[in-house]
């Protein structure tokens, strides 16, 4: 949610900060802007909508530029202020000689701004960001000290933010500093680099210190000063990013998205990797940092986690209960936070998020440290602020996710949750011998199974073509399906903006049947030899009878099916309990071709962004 570069160096500085924008644009796209120091003077361009709008401002006004030394830009998702030009970053003081730019919400910004118009400041935006700037100017006017100016200034900021700050009096230095929202500093040799994500850097650097909360880091191009609040100097580890540029290239696909969703069977395939040797042998999870003798008496877990990783985590609980057979509560992060929980040091509290920043999350997960419960954290972002709150980590492995709705993130959350219930079943001793050599035969099996649906999209795609004109849909399934339905619907309504829901079948009769005629399609997943096929093919034949048009996605060879459903989208053979890591695979090739069809913005849909670092 919105993303920072600070750039000082040898490089063409409207250059770099413009790549490492276009890095996070899946991070935020309302607005863009940059502040430029150039000749002695703060300049400051701006554009509304996505970055190639700032792109061709900046060309448009080359006259105005000769050769920037430094720079700071910013890619815009709006919390305070609609998406406007006076409300994109950066922001500048009254004399317009300080810039900012900044992440997070600033929860006193009023009584801040209040004060600050009483002492002569010129607002001229809605923003809380532009308090920031203002702030930060009038304690340079008194300090006469940037990196003090701006030590005092956070000191007085109450919320989340990471902020970076150029003054044309002190040229050629850029100040960084954060407090729950992420920040870094790119190390780089004759150059260095602020961001707010590790992406907006790796063209040129793979080296970084991770600022922690309360610090302030002052860089120039030959300098990385880190100091805490109180400006006690720190030395931080610079550490090596484990990815390379091209991670952030389409190749050759027409959206990230199909890539992200391409790219599942060789994620699960390095996630089993190194976890399962043989089926004979138990699993390897050393990222659980607990002992046996803890874990053998383990007797809650609360999973927290929201959107796309929020169903993952709903498969989890299925998975743990039925291979443990340890009860497990499963929450929005955005609940948990507001109520009083029973969460107490017995309880195993884990957190799922592909980003590893989202705001609710991360605040949910320092509720439950609090209460001295083991945190563990599965993430596909092991350098993320959450990951380091962990006491367990299980890093996901799928990659940087660049397309805003979740896919490869999602597959690889589901295999860590497998891995996770079969190591918990190993411990307790829960599972039979032969279950379990028949469950990792079969998880092995899935990355091909996965290749043969995406090798076979043309019935999904003609699916697709079939339904993209319908404005609703129900997807319903039962038991640990249930997931697959909402997150089948999610990745449409995010990508499509198309009104879907999940529904669990069972309850379609309570209510939402009321709702099915010829305009509202009914996906069933139905997975044979499981204990749900019969029922929700009597829910199916129910909808029918309301006139609905149906879909089934199923691994079932039936001929019958034909004559219930409109559409069959056949699936490989799969026991019930694995089915979530393949059914989900056409689910969001369905929605992808239906937002192809209408011609949509896959990969940066409307209102979203990739990290929601506020709550
Ligand atoms: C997924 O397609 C969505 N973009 C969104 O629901 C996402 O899963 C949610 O915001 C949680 O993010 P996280 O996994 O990074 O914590």
């Known amino acids: 949610m919105c993303g920072i570069v600070g750039y000082v160096g040898h490089r063409n500085v409207v250059d770099v900060i413009f790549k490492g924008l276009t890095n996070l644009e899946y991070r935020g796209y309302d607005s863009a802007g940059m502040a430029l120091l150039d000749q002695n003077e703060i300049k400051v361009f701006k554009s509304l909508g996505k970055l190639i709008n700032l792109k061709n401002v900046l060309s448009e006004s080359s006259a105005q530029l000769t050769a920037p030394t430094s720079g700071i830009g910013h890619i815009r998702w709006a919390t305070h202020g609609s998406p406007s030009l006076e409300n994109a970053h950066p922001h500048t003081c009254t004399c317009g000689k300080l810039a900012v730019v900044h992440n997070g919400i600033i929860e006193n910004y009023k009584e801040l701004r209040e004060e600050l118009i009483k002492k002569g400041c010129k607002f001229r935006s809605q923003t809380d960001t532009e308090t920031i700037a203002h702030l930060v100017a009038h304690e340079y006017e008194n300090a006469k000290d940037l990196e003090i100016a701006v030590r005092n200034a956070v000191k007085k900021l109450q919320g989340a933010y990471a902020i970076c700050v150029m003054h044309q009096n002190v040229p050629d230095v850029i100040i960084g500093a954060r407090k729950n929202a992420p920040m870094l500093v790119g190390v780089g040799e004759g150059e260095n680099f602020i961001a707010s994500d590790t992406p907006a850097i790796i063209e040129y650097t793979k080296k970084t210190i991770y600022l922690d909360d309360n610090e302030i880091a002052v860089v120039t191009k030959n300098s990385i000063k880190i100091t805490d609040i109180h400006g006690a100097v720190i030395n931080k580890k610079v550490e090596t990013l484990p990815w390379e540029p091209v991670a952030l290239s389409k190749l050759g696909y027409k959206h990230f998205m199909l890539k992200e969703i391409h790219e599942q069977p060789d994620i699960i395939r390095n996630i089993l990797n190194g976890k399962i040797y043989d089926i004979d042998s138990p699993v390897v999870l050393n990222e659980v940092k607990i002992d046996k003798d803890t874990l053998k008496k383990l007797n809650k877990i609360q999973i927290i986690a929201c959107g796309t990783s929020l169903h993952a985590a709903m498969v989890g609980k299925y998975l743990i209960e039925d291979f443990a057979g340890i009860s497990v509560d499963v929450e929005p992060s955005s609940e948990y936070i507001y109520r009083k929980t029973t969460t107490d040091s017995s309880t195993l509290v884990i957190g799922v998020s592909q980003s590893g920043e989202t705001a609710d999350t991360i605040t949910a997960i320092k509720q439950a440290k609090e209460k001295n419960s083991h945190v563990l954290i599965i993430t596909n972002r092991p350098d993320s602020y959450m990951a380091r709150l962990a006491d367990s980590l299980i890093p996901v492995n799928a990659g940087i996710e660049v397309s805003v709705a979740a896919t490869k993130s999602y597959i690889a959350q589901l295999i860590s949750f497998y891995l996770l219930a079969l190591h918990l079943g190993e411990i307790k001793g829960t599972l039979s011998g032969d279950f379990l050599k028949n469950i990792k035969h079969e998880l092995i099996q899935l990355p091909t199974k996965i290749e043969e649906i995406l090798s076979n999209a043309s019935s999904i795609k003609e699916c697709a073509r079939i339904f993209s004109s319908f404005k609703n849909f129900i997807y319903i399934a039962r038991g640990i399906n249930l997931a ?132």
């Open 484 to 615: 697959t339905a909402y997150e089948g619907a999610l990745k449409l309504k995010e990508i499509s903006y198309i009104n879907a829901t999940g529904y669990p079948a069972g309850e379609l009769k309570h209510g939402p049947i009321a709702m099915l005629d010829e305009t509202m399609p009914v996906l069933s997943i139905l997975i044979p030899g499981g204990i749900t096929y019969d029922k929700i093919l009597s829910n199916s034949e129910e909808a029918k009878a309301r006139n609905a048009k149906l879909i089934a996605l199923t691994s079932s060879d039936d001929e019958n099916l034909k004559a219930l459903f409109d559409v069959v989208l056949k699936i490989p053979h799969v026991c019930e309990i694995l089915s979530p890591a393949i059914c989900c695979v056409p689910l969001q090739l369905l929605a992808y071709y239906i937002a192809e069809f209408l011609g949509k913005d896959v990969d940066q849909p409307r209102n979203l962004a990739k990290s929601v670092t506020v709550e």
